[in-house]
Nanobody, 118 residues
Framework: QVRFVESGGGLVQPGGSLRLSCAASGSIVSIFSIYRMGWYRQAPGKQRELVATITTDALTNYADSVKGRFTISRNNARNTMYLQMNSLKPEDTAVYYC?????????WGEGTLVTVSS
């Protein structure tokens, strides 16, 4: 099993930046054992959507809406995943969640709220 705790959300003006963190814990020894992890987000009144994923060999995938603005990374030694968000737009406002799927089971954190507004 794995437990995620997200942090780093907040209120930021359009064009600003935020760095989200996702700390993993649980019965796994290290997130190095988790092949793929990702960030999702859910805006008010909308379905949860994929933002970005990263594998243990650092292969990344991004939603078209965030390409060139967001960067996903992971530090296996610290059991932590990150999402650097630059050039933020009001449409990036959402709750951001960590995710992985282990043995067919989806694991989610509680999320961290990002609000982009002037």
């Amino acid at each position: 099993q794995v437990r995620f705790v997200e942090s780093g959300g907040g209120l930021v003006q359009p064009g600003g930046s935020l760095r989200l963190s996702c700390a993993a814990s649980g019965s796994i020894v290290s997130i190095f054992s988790i092949y793929r992890m990702g960030w999702y987000r859910q805006a008010p009144g909308k379905q949860r959507e994929l933002v970005a994923t990263i594998t243990t060999d650092a292969l990344t995938n991004y939603a078209d809406s965030v390409k060139g603005r967001f960067t996903i990374s992971r530090n296996n030694a610290r059991n932590t995943m990150y999402l650097q968000m630059n050039s933020l737009k009001p449409e990036d406002t959402a709750v951001y969640y960590c995710n992985t799927n282990l043995g067919g089971i989806n694991y989610w954190g509680e999320g961290t709220l990002v609000t982009v507004s002037s």
